[in-house]
């Protein structure tokens, strides 16, 4: 855990109850080999408060395409819906690093086109960096964005975005060249500056692999335990979001059942009059004299 001058520790209250400084991008650096980095997805403000004190980094993640706008994939995700949304993770947090995705055709056609993108969500979402996906082919554009002052987290393994090329949401590395090939890409990754590099969807010994050639922190998703760090789809993982489970995703809750559960009750209030009830109105008008 790194101090900061302020006195607050990695980001966490100080016992006097003083604000809380945001985690930084370079004490997640530090924490690679050290101590477990703790990230989750937000997309509102308020999904942000309730997780901001649990987390080290909240991603608002391209998957909000799926997750709550209800696309097949997260091709549709325009750059205007990540600053709205990086917008409002970053009002509902205070303590968690704040990483917010490049989405889809945001950053592949150009290193300037790339900048433009990742220099509009900085300046308009409050984020510390930015995340995008791609291996090798991707790192001329990391190195171009890291120099320029924008820090830079890589996506390797299963790329959503790449979904029509890789032929579906499959795990990546079974076959040997596969593994290779995801491992010369997150090497090219890191190389290229990136602080931080997600491993999504790849066979476990892959994962580790990676971790260990590395000098940065790996987040593992579907991938391994010994991974620097994890991140899931917080609505995967609330059980909020229904089209598909990952067989990855450890579900906590099963938000979307107590939700119907909640809906139905009040449903049956509301037709048998039951709600609202005296607590609920304003009561009635007191007679002027
Ligand atoms: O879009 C996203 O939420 C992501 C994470 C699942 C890593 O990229």
Same mark, same amino acid.
């Given at each position: ?10 980001? @966490?209250?100080?016992?006097?109850? %003083? ?10 650096? %530090? ?11 937000? *997309? ?85 960096? $930015? ?24 996506? $390797? ?49 892959? %994962?580790?692999? #990676?971790?260990?050639? #590395? ?29 598909? @489970? ?5 579900? *906590? ?5 107590? #939700? ?5 009750? *009040?449903? %049956? ?21």
């Amino acid at each position: 855990m790194s101090i900061h001058d302020s006195g607050t520790a990695g980001g @966490k209250t100080k016992p006097s109850g %003083a604000k809380m400084t945001r985690i930084s991008v370079p004490d997640l650096v %530090a924490r690679k080999g050290k101590e477990k980095i703790v990230c989750l997805t937000a *997309y509102t403000t308020p999904m942000a408060r309730a997780l901001d004190p649990h987390v080290d980094l909240l991603l608002v993640g391209d998957s909000l395409g799926m997750v709550i706008y209800g696309f097949e994939s997260t091709l549709p995700v325009t750059l205007d819906m990540m600053v709205m949304h990086g917008a409002a993770v970053r009002r509902g947090s205070e303590h968690a690093c704040l990483v917010v995705d490049m989405p889809f055709g945001s950053y592949q056609e150009s290193t300037e086109q790339a900048f433009r993108s990742a220099a509009r969500l900085m300046r308009e979402t409050g984020c510390s960096a $930015v995340k995008l996906e791609g291996g090798r082919e991707m790192a001329p554009t990391v190195e171009f964005l890291v120099k320029r002052g924008i820090p830079v987290m890589g996506h $390797v393994g299963l790329m959503p975005q790449s979904v029509h090329t890789l032929g579906g949401y499959r795990a990546r590395g079974r076959a040997t060249d596969e593994a290779a090939g995801v491992m010369a890409d997150a090497v090219a990754i890191a190389e290229a500056g990136a602080f931080s590099v997600v491993v999504e969807g790849v066979l476990e010994q892959v %994962a580790q692999a #990676i971790t260990a050639r #590395i000098p940065v922190p790996t987040i593992g998703i579907g991938a391994s335990v010994d991974c620097d760090g994890q991140v899931l789809v917080t609505e995967d993982m609330l059980g909020l979001f229904g089209a598909f @489970k990952p067989r990855f995703v450890k579900r *906590y809750a099963e938000l979307a059942d107590d #939700i119907a559960s909640a809906a139905a009750s *009040y449903a %049956a209030d509301v037709r048998t009059g039951v709600f609202p009830g005296p607590d609920n109105v304003f009561g009635s008008l007191k007679k002027s004299s």
